[in-house]
């Protein structure tokens, strides 16, 4: 940024002086006042009447009464202050000329330039491992000099963490000192730091700051899977499975976290002796009804596109059914229920209503895409069964 601006202040200065100059710098010769002007004028009307008075065009009475007259008026307009002929006042003008030039260089700046954007691009340099390295080392030097700052010593021994460098993490996590007491998210990493670097092991404090981290936020997401984990290894496979089963709650049913806590709580369950988790109890509530497609709409679906159903719980974007199928002839008939749960914790019989769209897709994918045919949604009372959606719209 500094160094776009110092020469463009070169450059606007420069142009100021170049117009400026003759305000600066006037021409030598004196300029004519306007008394000298006035009595040079006089002086002529004064030497023309004294010729007509020699060649008898105006008698001797007539040349006294004008000359009386012209004297008079010489006298009233030479009576002024000797002021120079100017045109204007140069403090003015040199005000005025400054204000338009940088006025009318702002607007081209930000018409035409943008001195952020060159400064941002001269500032990107690729972030490399080493450079990481060597900014976690200054900051660290810092806090040598710094050893009271508490929050610094947290977000270092978080920053190691991220390296990898679990055994400065450690010393860092320790220094940070009662800053780290009062958040469960850096009691969870702390745990999870002094866990790795006793080889898995959690006895002792890393279970101490788990349940203290649990204890300030039972829904934290680190601090569940630690605690299941640990009591996984000490073979307490029933609480491993509820710290398992909480957490589960909170991720989004077809991610890959959901997919191996998932695998994990199995496992559990298996080793434990547990009996399977019971399957959901469905419901005969539904949605049902016909899906039907605009004309102009119809020569855009070909053979092999989906037709996708879904159903949300109005106000949230996480789906609590959808229904897949290949398109076939329109109308066509569906029916949402239980069975097509995205999660067994969210069914759509225990909704009163549920926000319905129809999407048809050329992949199928889960994630809308452009091209794709939708619906309006529409919020629908939870067993209906003549439910009408019509694809009339083309996804941007």
């Given at each position: ?9 070169l ?8 117009l ?14 306007r ?11 004064l ?17 006294e ?32 000329i ?9 607007g ?53 963490r ?136 119809k ?9 996708m ?6 106000g949230?974007?996480m ?18 229920n ?44 939870v ?14």
């Open positions: 940024m500094t160094s776009f601006l110092i020469p463009a202040l450059l606007l200065i420069l142009v100021l002086v170049l400026l100059r003759p305000f600066f710098f006037p021409a030598k010769e004196s300029a004519t006042s008394r000298q002007m006035n009595a040079a004028i006089y002086r002529e009307e030497d023309k009447l004294e010729a007509d008075r020699l060649s008898g065009a105006v008698d001797a009475t007539s040349y009464q004008t000359h009386a007259e012209m004297r008079q008026r010489l006298f009233q307009d030479t009576d002024e202050a000797d002021d120079l002929a100017v045109l204007g006042s140069p403090k003015r003008t040199i005000i005025g400054c204000i338009f030039v940088v006025l009318l260089s702002t081209f700046y930000f018409f035409l330039g943008d001195a952020s954007r060159i400064a941002e691009k001269n500032a990107e340099q690729p972030m490399t491992q080493a450079s990481v390295e060597k900014m976690v080392a200054e900051f660290a030097a810092k806090m040598e000099k710094e050893p009271d700052n508490l929050k610094g010593w947290a977000m270092l021994a978080r920053s190691y991220i390296l990898g460098r679990n055994a400065e993490a450690e010393k860092a996590y320790a220094r940070a000192g009662s800053f780290v007491d009062a958040d469960p998210q850096l009691l969870a990493d702390y745990a999870d730091v002094l866990a790795a670097n006793a080889n898995g092991n959690f006895s002792g404090k890393p279970l101490q700051l788990i349940n203290k981290a649990l204890a300030l936020d039972p829904n934290n997401l680190l601090a569940l899977w630690l605690s299941g984990t640990a009591d996984f290894n000490a073979h307490n496979y029933k609480a491993a499975v509820q710290s398992w089963e909480k957490l589960a709650k909170q991720l989004p049913v077809d991610s890959d976290e959901a997919r191996a806590i998932a695998a994990s709580i199995a496992e559990a369950r298996s080793k434990g002796g547990l009996a399977p988790a019971a399957a959901p109890v469905i419901s005969n509530q539904s949605v049902g009804g016909q899906v039907d497609v605009v004309p102009e709409l020569a855009k679906i070909q053979p092999g596109d989906v037709l159903v879904i159903a949300r719980k109005p949230e974007r789906p609590v059914a959808v229904l897949k199928t290949a398109v076939s002839a329109f109308p066509m008939s569906f029916v949402l239980d069975a097509l749960a995205m999660s067994p914790n969210a069914l759509i019989s225990q909704l009163p209503e549920v926000l319905l769209e129809v999407r048809i897709s050329k992949t199928g994918m889960a994630m809308p895409e452009a091209g794709d045919l939708i619906s309006k949604p529409q919020t629908i009372k067993g209906t069964k003549n439910a009408r959606l019509m694809i009339d719209q083309v996804r941007p």
